[in-house]
């Protein structure tokens, strides 16, 4: 009876190994996938950004040549 025991104790503490195991590789999944989602929303934002600039540099060069063109008359 001693050995059923013993047997039973070891199946729980091995199993017990394994579902630590899957939380600790489930939470670093968990972190890796959170971390592509935030990196690609921070990718989305700078390409906003990048065509906002962009966009305020051609308007700024077009009035520039406009006050140039007045300037020469």
Known sequence: ???FVLLK???K???M???QLIT???ANLVMFMW???EARHDQA???LLMK???DEMKDFHGRLCAIEERNKK
């Open 1 to 3: 009876m001693e050995g």
């Open 9 to 11: 104790r070891k199946i």
């Open 13 to 15: 503490e091995n199993n």
């Open 17 to 19: 190994e394994w579902l």
């Open 24 to 26: 600790v590789v489930g």
């Open 35 to 37: 971390a592509r989602s």
């Open 45 to 47: 934002e700078m390409r």
């Open 52 to 54: 906002a600039i962009q």
